[in-house]
């Protein structure tokens, strides 16, 4: 099936001192699954526990060609994203907005930027002004590494570029100024740890708004 494209606050440091990979390698067991895969399930963990209700947003497709070889089924040959999408998962937890988006790189050393959309980020800026809970999540595939990072962070890396900034956050920033997210057997992903650990430092007198 061919499916085309349309055009167009410093928290503290959360990573274990000297050990970053300390709480963020997963079992065996895990190292098949992929980011989403992980997320989908630990967010289901969630609903079914009560803590949170967020769910991977549905992505609107316009069948173009559908071929029917028997009645019983049909083969989707062709068709178009309507619009370009915005971040991945949304929803409410303890009386909060949350909107956040996955990557995976398999980079060591650094996050490349362009795994983002201009899109996606003007879609964090408008959720922030709104005082929504906005970050990505983003794994070091190769490292076992998994973290938080907020939203403002990513907008003002992305933002800098046009300054002759780098196209990349480096690792070590993203050590420093995210926060882990530990793998475990239920969720598989407890990103929940880490939204609280953020959501800790906001009230402490941090901001998620981007200046």
């Known amino acids: 099936m ?70 019983s089924a049909a083969v989707v040959k062709e068709a178009y994203f309507r619009r370009p999408s915005t971040t991945d998962y949304n929803g409410v937890y303890r009386g909060k907005y949350l909107d956040f988006d996955a990557k995976e790189t398999q980079h060591l050393t650094s996050f490349p930027l362009k795994n983002f ?5 003007d879609h964090f800026r408008r959720c922030l002004k709104q005082a929504g809970i906005c970050f990505a999540i983003i794994r070091f595939t190769k490292l076992h590494q998994t973290y938080l990072y907020p939203a403002a962070l990513l907008i003002k890396a ?33 990103y929940l740890v880490a939204v609280d650990q953020y959501l800790a430092t906001i009230n402490l007198g941090g901001s998620h708004e981007v200046k």
Do not use: C
């Not at 002759?164 to 070590?172: D, E, V």
């Not at 920033?173 to 598989?188: C, E, K, S, W, Y």
């Open 158 to 190: 992305w933002d800098a570029q046009a300054n002759g900034a780098r196209k990349s956050i480096p690792l070590s920033t993203i050590q420093q100024d995210g926060f882990v997210i530990p793998n475990r057997l239920a969720p598989p992903l407890d």
């Open 2 to 71: 061919a499916i085309k494209y349309p055009n167009g606050v410093n928290p503290a440091r959360h990573t274990p001192a000297g050990n970053p990979q300390l709480s963020t390698t997963p079992s065996t067991a895990k190292r098949g699954m992929t980011l989403e895969s992980e997320l989908n399930q630990s967010n289901q963990y969630y609903v079914t526990t009560g803590q949170a209700v967020i769910y991977k947003k549905p992505t609107p497709i316009q069948l173009v060609k559908v071929d029917y070889p028997k009645r």
């Open 117 to 121: 959309h201009k899109h996606q980020i």
